[in-house]
């Protein structure tokens, strides 16, 4: 009886079960904070620069719409100091603010600046506006002024020549530069501009990021509408308004039952040795009081010249009837009798 077991079967499975139990709360606890990690999103960083830059753009227009009432001379001349301005004001009351840490477009995307584990984030922020914008506004007038007075064109050792040559490397230096940062912003996903690994300010996400539920159906339309207007603008050259509407008309008229196209009484009229293209074209040209005294003495300003006979009978200028041939393909008509032309013959 010594050797049997002192404990029922039932209570053998709690030392088994208090030894998993650790090991499955340490498990949890690990995969927690593998989860509370947000995944780095280059695309979001990317995105949040083109926000503010639309956002930018949407002040731009009430601004200088209110400036063009004053002095419309000043914003051809300060576009530079008006994009600068609304550049700065937007940036300070966004990532300048102590509170966000984060400009509009960033805030947009759930990001926030992070600075490495330093704690004078304000004090870089600042920093960087001040270097990315106004370092921007700086160079750009000061490459315009040297550009202007003739920097490039200087004598080969003058003062004005090496301080061009040595800003000049500067600016291909520098264009180098960026092109690795991005490259390496692209690989890792980290500081996607020079000022920012400078500083060593960081794009982080603001609040835990959920599941993304990414749909299509915006940009679907943006394609669609896209290739709706390249369409329009490749179709557009190719389409003859005046000949649509006559078609149109003629169309419409023969839904209607009515003739073809109407014909002026006044124009029907005319003798036969007058041009009735050229009585209207010499109408339309000349005011009402010219115009009368034009039908007064038709004879004199709209003869035919070098007439040509449609298959109708009537008579034109050879100029005249052709080029409203050619312009008018297979709709053209007689403006005496509103019959078809297709061909026409000279008058002997």
């Given at each position: 009886?010594?050797?049997?077991?002192?404990?029922?079967?039932?209570?053998?499975?709690?030392?088994?079960?208090?030894?998993?139990?650790?090991?499955?709360r340490e498990n949890a606890g690990q995969t927690a904070v593998r989860t509370a990690v947000p995944r780095n999103s280059r695309v979001s960083k990317l995105d949040a620069d083109l926000l503010d830059d639309e956002l930018t753009d949407m002040l731009r227009e009430p601004v200088t719409k209110a400036m063009s009432l004053l002095r419309p001379?000043?914003?051809?001349?300060?576009?530079?100091?008006?994009?600068?301005?609304?550049?700065?004001?937007?940036?300070?009351?966004?990532?300048?603010?102590?509170?966000?840490?984060?400009?509009?477009?960033?805030?947009?995307?759930?990001?926030?600046?992070?600075?490495?584990?330093?704690?004078?984030?304000?004090?870089?922020?600042?920093?960087?506006?001040?270097?990315?914008?106004?370092?921007?506004?700086?160079?750009?007038?000061?490459?315009?002024?040297?550009?202007?007075?003739?920097?490039?064109?200087?004598?080969?050792?003058?003062?004005?020549?090496?301080?061009?040559?040595?800003?000049?490397?500067?600016?291909?230096?520098?264009?180098?530069?960026?092109?690795?940062?991005?490259?390496?912003?692209?690989?890792?996903?980290?500081?996607?501009?020079?000022?920012?690994?400078?500083?060593?300010?960081?794009?982080?996400?603001?609040?835990?990021?959920?599941?993304?539920?990414?749909?299509?159906?915006?940009?679907?339309?943006?394609?669609?509408?896209?290739?709706?207007?390249?369409?329009?603008?490749?179709?557009?050259?190719?389409?003859?308004?005046?000949?649509?509407?006559?078609?149109?008309?003629?169309?419409?008229?023969?839904?209607?039952?009515l003739p073809a196209v109407t014909i002026d009484p006044a124009v029907a009229a005319l003798p036969e040795h007058i041009c009735a293209i050229c009585h209207n074209a010499e109408s339309a040209s000349l005011s009402p009081d010219s115009a009368t005294a034009v039908l007064g003495d038709p004879a004199e300003n709209c003869a035919v010249v070098?007439?040509?006979?449609?298959?109708?009978?009537?008579?034109?200028?050879?100029?005249?009837?052709?080029?409203?041939?050619?312009?008018?393909?297979?709709?053209?008509?007689?403006?005496?009798?509103?019959?078809?032309?297709?061909?026409?013959?000279?008058?002997?």
């Amino acid at each position: 009886m010594s050797d049997l077991p002192q404990e029922s079967p039932q209570q053998r499975w709690k030392p088994a079960w208090a030894a998993a139990e650790a090991r499955l709360r340490e498990n949890a606890g690990q995969t927690a904070v593998r989860t509370a990690v947000p995944r780095n999103s280059r695309v979001s960083k990317l995105d949040a620069d083109l926000l503010d830059d639309e956002l930018t753009d949407m002040l731009r227009e009430p601004v200088t719409k209110a400036m063009s009432l004053l002095r419309p001379q000043l914003i051809d001349k300060h576009r530079l100091e008006i994009d600068t301005a609304i550049k700065a004001v937007l940036f300070w009351l966004s990532a300048g603010s102590a509170s966000r840490q984060a400009t509009y477009g960033q805030s947009l995307q759930n990001l926030k600046y992070d600075s490495s584990g330093h704690r004078d984030v304000l004090r870089r922020l600042r920093m960087f506006g001040a270097l990315s914008i106004g370092g921007a506004y700086g160079w750009a007038k000061l490459t315009s002024y040297m550009a202007a007075n003739g920097w490039a064109d200087a004598p080969q050792n003058s003062f004005r020549r090496m301080v061009w040559r040595m800003l000049d490397r500067l600016e291909r230096v520098t264009r180098v530069a960026t092109l690795l940062n991005f490259l390496a912003f692209v690989a890792t996903g980290q500081y996607k501009t020079l000022i920012e690994r400078v500083l060593g300010l960081r794009l982080v996400f603001a609040r835990p990021q959920g599941a993304h539920s990414v749909s299509f159906e915006f940009l679907n339309r943006q394609l669609v509408w896209h290739a709706f207007t390249e369409f329009v603008m490749f179709a557009l050259p190719l389409v003859n308004p005046a000949r649509a509407r006559r078609w149109a008309v003629r169309n419409a008229r023969a839904v209607l039952g009515l003739p073809a196209v109407t014909i002026d009484p006044a124009v029907a009229a005319l003798p036969e040795h007058i041009c009735a293209i050229c009585h209207n074209a010499e109408s339309a040209s000349l005011s009402p009081d010219s115009a009368t005294a034009v039908l007064g003495d038709p004879a004199e300003n709209c003869a035919v010249v070098n007439p040509y006979v449609a298959k109708c009978g009537h008579s034109y200028c050879y100029v005249c009837i052709k080029t409203r041939m050619m312009a008018e393909a297979d709709e053209c008509t007689c403006l005496r009798c509103g019959q078809h032309i297709d061909r026409i013959w000279q008058q002997v």
